[in-house]
């Protein structure tokens, strides 16, 4: 217990020097002491704000990630698997095309996500159940689906909407309403308080639906629920910045190697975990080759990959 502790002290340490190192670094870097003159004030907001949607995006896809490998016990399972990016992508190029922009085109992306959700539900459905290999299955097919609708849209509008929609699509956190962000981190924060709540019955679940059973968890009604918990949070999220891939898949990994498979622990530091990775990504797309600014999604897939098999084949040895 006083070794779990020490690990997430040091976690809460990192997350905190990782927060202060977004704030300064950037295409034009700033030290602590310069950061708060009046001059860079209008740095200073912006990066905050972006910082604490990096903080949202990093936290809510991880802890997404965590709740669907325990529900559905799938390694590979991520908040995007069960086609709610794809809904939200679908909204949002939807939006583009239509000239929407601005405040307006997140609830697109967000009405398409719940498009999916109610999809994805109604076709993994039988009776009052909800089949875990159904479930996937079902949104795998609604993501393929939507996705190539996405790509026919695309292909067929021209090069300035093409290169809005190639742009959202590849992930930004690039926030200019800070009441959207406000709005947003309500839902997110509701959603992880909500799972943190349901860690006991995730313990449960995870080690086998019968076990959990006897042990007095309503294992169809905790899947509906959490379905659904985790398809609000990815769709808000996906909302506001688009596509980011591997946060909710390689973090929730890590943090299982090093804090274990209790999810009153893994959650939280899994929380921390996500969105400190998220902070440095974001970091690196826009100070790596100023003044231009990387997709954060590429960031992720080129750090991401490495983690990803790196683990894999330690997983590999330890067998």
């Not at 990630?65 to 990016?85: C, D, F, M, R």
């Not at 974001?282 to 231009?292: E, K, N, V």
């Not at 590429?298 to 084949?313: D, H, N, R």
Request: net charge positive; charged share 10%.
């Amino acid at each position: 217990m006083m070794r779990t502790k020490r690990k997430l002290t040091l976690l809460i340490l990192i997350f905190l020097g990782v927060v202060f190192f977004g704030i300064c670094k950037g295409s034009v870097s700033i030290s602590i002491t310069e950061l708060f003159t009046e001059a860079n004030q209008q740095i200073l907001h912006l990066r905050v704000a972006r910082v604490m949607l990096a903080i949202l995006v990093g936290s809510g896809l991880g802890v997404c990630g965590v709740t669907l490998q325990a529900i559905l016990k799938n390694p590979l399972a991520e908040p995007y698997l069960l086609g709610t990016s794809s809904g939200a992508g679908f909204g949002a190029v939807l939006a583009i095309i239509l000239g929407v922009s601005g405040t307006f085109l997140p609830f697109f992306a967000f009405a398409g996500a719940l498009l999916s959700i109610v999809l994805v539900y109604n076709l993994a459905r039988e009776g009052e159940t909800i089949p875990v290999q159904s479930l996937i299955l079902s949104g795998v097919i609604v993501a393929i689906t939507l996705s190539g609708i996405i790509v026919f849209l695309v292909s067929i509008f021209s090069n300035q909407t093409l290169h809005g929609i190639m742009w959202w699509l590849l992930g930004s956190l690039q926030i200019y309403e800070l009441r959207l962000l406000v709005t947003v981190g309500l839902i997110v924060l509701a959603g992880l308080v909500s799972i943190f709540v349901l860690s006991q019955d995730l313990n449960a679940i995870s080690i086998g639906e019968e076990e959990a059973f006897h042990l007095g968890v309503n294992t169809e009604t905790l899947k509906k629920v959490l379905f659904l918990i985790t398809s609000l949070i990815t769709g808000a999220l996906v909302s506001v910045s688009g596509m980011i891939g591997f946060v909710g898949l390689i973090v929730p990994h890590m943090m299982r190697l090093i804090f274990g498979p209790n999810h009153k622990i893994l959650i939280p530091a899994t929380c921390l975990g996500a969105a400190a990775f998220l902070v440095v990504c974001d970091t690196l797309s826009r100070s790596l080759i100023p003044p231009i600014e990387i997709p954060i999604g590429v960031i992720t897939s080129l750090l991401g990959a490495p983690i990803f098999i790196i683990l894999l084949k330690r997983k590999q040895k330890i067998k």
